[in-house]
């Protein structure tokens, strides 16, 4: 993955993306640190997501809260600092 400056990442944005079209990603820097990935859109996989959601659901039926309410926990948390 290449490394390309803020700046000349602004002044060659339509060059970036013709060749992130390609199949380029690109690390955007700022100061010589990274801020940001210019990377090829993907579209969504469904069966992908959906798989991730029945895990979820799966999760959700195996694990509990122990009977506390989210709203509980939150509270608890906040008294703790």
């Known amino acids: ?9 602004k002044t060659h944005l339509p060059r970036l993306l013709r060749r992130v079209q390609a199949g380029e990603r690109f690390v955007i820097t700022r100061h010589n640190r990274p801020i940001a990935e ?6 969504e996989d469904a069966a992908r997501v959906e ?3 029945a895990d979820l659901k799966d999760f959700q039926r195996t694990h509990t809260l122990g009977g506390l309410s989210v709203r509980e926990m939150i509270e608890a948390g906040r008294r703790r600092r």
Do not use: C, N, Q, T
């Not at 993955?1 to 990442?9: C, L, P, V, W, Y």
């Open 51 to 53: 798989a991730a959601i």
């Open 1 to 9: 993955m290449s490394h390309i400056g803020a700046f000349e990442a």
């Open 38 to 43: 210019l990377i090829p859109y993907r579209a």
